[in-house]
């Protein structure tokens, strides 16, 4: 998978918001919320190919659960998948 160019996050108001930019994203209607996760995500992202699996290693990498343990292999894989599928639908990355 790879975003698509022509997408820049912005903040407004607090809240960091997906938009497009240029020609080829006139017709992009679509308005992305990114919660902090969803954020380091994307930014991590960028101009790069990526798979599921290495969104799942970032998240492992950054977050841990309130015990101080480890985040879970498994809840790394479902939460990347998550935003990867909410990408997709929304038009921002390329399979």
């Not at 841990?64 to 990355?93: H, M």
Request: glycine content about 6%; overall charge negative.
């Amino acid at each position: 998978m790879k975003a698509k160019p022509g997408f820049r996050v912005t903040d407004v108001c607090g809240s960091h918001i997906i938009i497009a930019e240029g020609k080829e994203n006139i017709d992009f209607s679509n308005i992305i919320s990114l919660n902090d996760s969803a954020l380091l995500l994307w930014k991590s992202i960028q101009g790069k190919d990526f798979t599921v699996e290495d969104l799942a290693d970032i998240l492992q990498d950054n977050y841990q659960l309130d015990d101080n343990t480890p985040l879970p292999r498994q809840q790394a894989l479902k939460d990347a998948q998550e935003v990867a599928d909410q990408w997709k639908e929304a038009g921002i990355i390329s399979a």
